[in-house]
């Protein structure tokens, strides 16, 4: 009797395998629309392949800097009390300053963004998405690609009046661009260190 | 009724004799009962304070205060040296953010978790949707890249605070990318959070498909806010930062993104990048342990707490000589895979001056190197990691000195 009662629970726990590539097993969740995906993917590829359309230049870009940027990080990109975003030939400071922040990675002149990052498309991603702190999501895709040129021109890797787009703004050759070796992980693989006793 | 309110009458008469009796007693030399704590109501039947004689706390880092300038709380370090056990508890457990992030108030009713990229079919999923998927429930540490002990850290709070161990609970990763069906050609995932500057990180697939947890609950309950209300990644043994909080998002990718967390972490050394990601075997004793004293010689439970990103951990050794003989310790928990793991040994101080250490090794055969060790392998004075921090994960042995007065400090300083 209890058996016979067991039976159709046991049909309804019968979903699919689960890993088969053709269908969902547990049917939950919503299919987003294509929009909704465009507008949560904030995430920039070396490619550039996520890049919205927009044009900016390292002129448009200085005003922007003075408005939105100085204030945290010094009008010339260093001695703000955030990190420093300019590469300076001077970075002695005046008796009583404090240095600036020295996060991870610790930001000092070869090591700024502009200079260090593999890939200019970093810059534009953290700028949109992080950037200004407070008004973090505010800026129109125009800013974001005129202070990226800013930054690059005022740490020396591109031309004052070089225009950043979609398309542009991935080819930027970025001096630092084979400066890394790309972590490798498998499951059970010790970490490449000789440990003796 | 009569008899029965007789016999409850009887009953309180009966009472009251005896706490007469009791109180007798008492005055006559028994040991009266403590005072009773402040009633709250709160504490009694809502939710429970710890007893207000525990004053453990976290602390923040050295290196920054918090606030910040910015008026942010950056990193703060969990009380090693109190806790027992293995599991850090929930209010405890340390904090770390991508900038000294503001922590997000997210309605779970509003909460969305959206999975796309090389996938057939995005998926968004609510919180509820979610805990419709198969539940596993797993203990893992997760530790912070910044937790690395210098000379200038007097207690085991300050030199590994950064680490803390939970029970997590939620759905496998690999559940949700098999729900989606990963494409051909996918060899990374992008993960994102939620907070004003959306941390985000790339991890490889074949680790997104292993062991990661897509997690709402710690240590029985809801995440707390400052540790991902109310998902968060779990990717166990792997730096902190990847174990993205508040996650909101998932993207399968084909290669590195090169998010501002993955440049903060590059290195054109194979050497530094090859120890990036996973944490390699790790130990440390929190008793003694920096900032403690003995009160005098005699038997001691010298304890402390051992893991690795590798997996379980298999030994740990104790010296008291500063490295020179070496004597396995208990284990004093149970052992779980990438997870704390307590150690412990019957320890007899007979008043002189020692340096007790402590060293793992994992189920893979790694062991925990000295900073000699490891300066080695970089091409270092030997002790270049006194006054350095180890470039990415710095898993070294940490030395405390108990000087012959009993107290216990950093033997790097």
């Known amino acids: 009797m209890r058996l016979r009662r067991l039976v159709p629970l046991m049909v309804i726990l019968g979903l699919p395998q689960p890993g088969s590539a053709q269908s969902s097993t547990y049917g939950l969740g919503k299919t987003p629309t294509a929009e909704e995906i465009r507008s949560w993917d904030i995430a920039i590829s070396p490619t550039g392949k996520e890049l919205p359309p927009g044009s900016g230049s390292a002129k448009e870009g200085a005003p922007l800097y003075a408005q939105k940027c100085a204030a945290c990080h010094g009008a010339t990109g260093y001695g703000g009390r955030a990190p420093q975003l300019i590469r300076s030939e001077n970075t002695t400071l005046p008796p009583g300053a404090k240095a600036p922040p020295c996060l991870s990675p610790c930001i000092r002149n070869e090591t700024v963004m502009g200079i260090y990052s593999p890939y200019a498309t970093t810059i534009w991603d953290y700028i949109n998405r992080g950037m200004p702190f407070g008004k973090e999501g505010t800026l129109t895709p125009n800013e974001v690609y005129a202070l990226t040129a800013f930054l690059l021109y005022k740490n020396g890797v591109i031309a004052e009046e070089q225009v950043l787009d979609a398309q542009s703004l991935p080819q930027v050759k970025m001096p630092n661009r084979d400066g890394y070796v790309l972590p490798e992980w498998k499951h059970g693989m010790p970490r490449p260190f000789p440990n003796k006793p | ?413």
């Open chain 2, 1 to 413: 009724m009569d008899s029965k309110k007789a016999s409850r009458r009887k009953f309180l008469k009966g009472g009251a004799a005896a706490a007469a009796v009791g109180a007798i007693q008492s005055a006559s030399g028994q040991t009266p009962a403590p005072a009773p704590v402040k009633r709250s109501l709160k504490d009694e039947v809502a939710y429970g304070e710890r007893s207000h004689y525990v004053t453990s706390v976290r602390v923040a880092v050295l290196e920054r205060p918090s606030p910040d300038e910015f008026g942010l709380t950056f990193h703060v370090l969990t009380p090693l040296q109190d806790q027992v056990g293995i599991i850090t508890p929930s209010s405890l457990h340390f904090v770390g953010t991508h900038r000294g992030a503001i922590v997000p108030d997210i309605d779970p009713r509003e909460y969305r978790f959206l999975l796309h990229g090389m996938v057939d079919r995005p998926l968004e999923f609510t919180l509820e949707e979610l805990k419709r998927f198969p539940s596993v429930s797993r203990i893992h540490f997760v530790e912070c890249l910044g937790n690395r002990a210098r000379a200038d850290h007097k207690t085991v709070q300050q030199t590994h605070g950064l680490t803390s161990c939970s029970e997590w609970t939620g759905v496998l990763l690999s559940v949700l990318l098999k729900e989606c069906g990963v494409q051909k050609g996918a060899n990374w995932v992008v993960s994102e959070g939620a907070e004003e500057v959306k941390g985000a990180g790339s991890i490889p697939l074949a680790k997104a498909m292993d062991d990661c947890l897509v997690a709402y609950g710690q240590n029985g309950e809801a995440i707390r806010p400052q540790n991902g209300f109310p998902v968060r990644l779990i990717v166990p043994g792997f730096e902190g930062i990847y174990n993205t909080k508040w996650l909101r998002r998932i993207k399968v990718v084909d290669h590195y993104y090169m998010t501002y967390n993955d440049y903060g972490h590059i290195s054109k050394d194979p050497k530094v990048a090859g120890l990036n990601l996973q944490w390699g075997p790790k130990s440390v004793i929190t008793f003694p342990s920096g900032g403690q004293k003995l009160p005098g010689p005699g038997v001691y439970q010298l304890t402390g707490l051992a893991w690795s990103g590798g997996g379980a951990v298999r030994k740990v050794e104790v010296s008291a000589d500063g490295g020179h003989t070496w004597k396995d310790a208990e284990i004093r928990s149970q052992v779980h895979r990438m997870a704390h793991t307590r150690f412990g040994m019957t320890w007899k101080w007979e008043g002189q001056e020692c340096m007790l250490q402590s060293r793992c090794t994992d189920e893979l055969g790694q062991v925990q190197p000295t900073k000699a060790q490891l300066a080695k392998f970089f091409n270092q004075p030997p002790d270049y990691y006194h006054t350095h921090g180890v470039q990415g994960t710095d898993n070294t042995i940490q030395p405390w000195r108990v000087a012959a007065d009993g107290s216990v400090s950093n033997a790097f300083a």
